[in-house]
């Protein structure tokens, strides 16, 4: 097997990020029922009622910097993107516990063994499937599981995803984030996706998209329509470990890459 490249950028602070995420192989059809065939697409004035509602908490300030992951030096954006993602639909469902859990755990399950990135869809499954342990027990730099405690597989059954959806279209994103749901999606990550305007808003980049993030809120600023952008590189990425996104982040991204909302877990409410 050939090796695969992956595309790295250095941030603004000088560390190496390896951009792992893959596009899937061609004629790739999403085996999760889609957003759309299961939750009614909103209007856009529903859209705008909820992004408006008085009681609704903006989730950069039910989530703060504490909930931001750090995948540092590996191409595992997929792994943490889903795990970020999980450990707010459990805490949105009522388990409270704020436990951060593992994105390496996840990559460990669909890296081949090599540090080769992977496809969104991948990460998802396994998600569903395997679920993921505690961060504690397998932190950033053990993607391999020879390196993992015994522990960490049953942890991982406790956390699973229950119903993830693939999302289909522009409509069918926005109204997943105006309900409440996290989307797991690819961007595009390059000079501009690590400057941030005077609003917190990040510039687009050209390419089919080479990183995996989830985004958890839909939001207006400015006049604009954006969307609160989640990212794995720690808090001083962006506004504590954040970016608010257009659109055109996601021109060249959706449709090449499935996007995914996460509306649930296996677990209990406490």
């Given at each position: 097997m050939a090796d695969?490249?992956?595309?790295?950028?250095?941030?603004?602070?000088?560390?190496?990020?390896?951009?792992?995420?893959?596009?899937?192989?061609?004629?790739?059809?999403?085996?999760?029922?889609?957003?759309?065939?299961?939750?009614?697409?909103?209007?856009?004035?529903?859209?705008?009622?909820?992004?408006?509602?008085?009681?609704?908490t903006p989730r950069r300030v039910l989530f703060l910097v504490y909930w931001i992951l750090n995948q540092l030096s590996h191409g595992s954006?997929?792994?943490?993107?889903?795990?970020?993602?999980?450990?707010?639909a459990r805490y949105l469902r009522g388990i409270l516990d704020k436990l951060l859990l593992s994105g390496a755990f996840v990559y460990s399950k669909i890296n081949g063994g090599r540090d080769n990135g992977s496809a969104l869809e991948d990460g998802?499954?396994?998600?569903?499937?395997?679920?993921?342990?505690?961060?504690?027990?397998?932190?950033w730099n053990m993607i391999y599981p020879n390196q993992q405690p015994k522990t960490a597989v049953a942890e991982a059954k406790?956390?699973?995803?229950?119903?993830?959806?693939?999302?289909?279209?522009?409509?069918?994103?926005?109204?997943?984030?105006a309900a409440g749901f996290p989307v797991i999606v690819a961007v595009h990550a390059g000079r501009n996706f690590q400057t941030l305007n005077s609003h917190?808003?990040?510039?687009?980049?050209?390419?089919?998209?080479?990183?995996?993030?989830?985004?958890?809120?839909?939001?207006?600023?400015?006049?604009?329509?954006?969307?609160?952008?989640?990212?794995?590189?720690?808090?001083?990425?962006?506004?504590?470990?954040?970016?608010?996104?257009?659109?055109?982040?996601?021109e060249q991204t959706f449709g090449r890459h499935t996007f995914y909302a996460i509306a649930s877990t296996f677990e209990s409410e406490v």
């Open positions: 695969i490249e992956i595309d790295q950028i250095v941030d603004q602070e000088g560390l190496v990020r390896r951009l792992g995420s893959l596009l899937p192989q061609q004629g790739f059809v999403s085996s999760f029922n889609t957003f759309e065939a299961e939750h009614p697409v909103w209007e856009d004035d529903q859209i705008l009622r909820a992004i408006k509602d008085a009681n609704r954006c997929n792994g943490f993107a889903g795990a970020g993602a999980l450990q707010k998802l499954k396994t998600i569903q499937i395997d679920g993921t342990c505690p961060q504690v027990l397998v932190p406790k956390h699973r995803g229950l119903a993830a959806y693939a999302v289909q279209t522009k409509q069918g994103f926005r109204t997943a984030l917190g808003i990040a510039g687009s980049d050209n390419g089919q998209g080479n990183h995996a993030t989830h985004c958890d809120d839909i939001c207006i600023i400015n006049g604009k329509e954006v969307y609160d952008n989640v990212n794995s590189w720690g808090a001083n990425y962006g506004t504590e470990g954040r970016a608010y996104l257009t659109w055109d982040s996601f």
